[in-house]
């Protein structure tokens, strides 16, 4: 597949996710198959402000790549003028934010709010593309509300504005994440458009994966909440869309490996204070379905340093 012209070698993205998407975790899903990722939304009118925590998400590193950074706003100009600034950090994608649905990005006329807006979706989308030499892509909802499933619309109108693809999230708005997503939509998006369309939303395995590329035609699915402490999906993805043999099932050993490779890099990258505090949520995602997992987890939730993760996970091995 390819996005513009950066050309995409896989089946399966890693979806934005605010405070999990860093640096350390993009690295760890790529090195287990995942084919492209998209770093954590950025505000660009904290870009335009001079934000250093800002431009702090926007650090790429080689291990990554292809990457893209993602941006939300709701001015054309402002979106422009951030995307120039996320351009010293040499993404290979920028990526338009129009399907958040949390309360404080949407309820300030950003992320999914701009589904009520089809004409502004489109100037944005031109903004962007005029501003940057690279492709430029949009992540989208069904829509705003039951009321406003308007997604193939907006897919159309960021087409004709040159986007370069467009992600589909299953899910309205006001649908947040529950109940299941729509895969109809996604398919209705995919014979709207002749751009690729990489579908989003209830991916926990590699057999869903399948099943949505079959019943949607999606280019690319892109995984989200089921990459949490599960960094293998990727590589059963690519197995089973490869027509290769399964893999075994993830040890409690393997998954203590990795959980310990993430967080040492997690402190490297943000320094252990920083690190730790953050790391209590992915140890708790690590432990899902291991035996005594509630008592991990609380465990896990009371870590200051990296120390007391791997005497944790010693009490685990013995």
Known sequence: MKIGNKEINGYAALAPMAGVTDRAFRELCVSFGASYVVGE??????????????????????????????????????????????????PDIIDINMGCPAPKIAMNGCGA???KEPELCGRIVRAVKDAVPVPVTVKLRKGWDKNT??????????????????????????QQYMPAADWEIIKQVKRAVRIPVIGNGDITSAELAAEMVERTGCDMVMI?????????????????LGHDRPSLPVSDAERITVLLRHVARMCEYKGE????????????????????????????VEMNNYEDLIELCRSIDG
């Open 149 to 174: 499933v308007n997604a193939v619309e907006v897919a159309k109108i960021c087409e004709a504005s040159g986007a370069d693809a467009v992600t589909i999230h299953g899910r309205t708005r006001e």
């Open 224 to 240: 989200g909440r089921g990459a949490l402490g599960n960094p293998w999906i990727f590589s059963e993805i690519s197995r089973l």
């Open 113 to 115: 709010a701009l589904m």
């Open 41 to 90: 939304m950025v505000s660009a009118k904290g870009l335009v402000y001079g934000s250093e925590k800002s431009r702090e998400l926007l650090v790429l590193s080689e291990k990554e790549r292809p990457a893209a950074v993602q941006l939300f706003g709701n001015e054309p100009e402002t979106m422009a003028k951030a995307a120039k600034i996320a351009m010293e950090y040499s």
């Open 273 to 300: 204070n920083v690190a730790m505090r953050e790391a209590r949520k992915h140890a708790a995602w690590y432990f899902k379905g291991m035996r005594g997992a509630a008592a991990l987890r609380k465990r896990a």
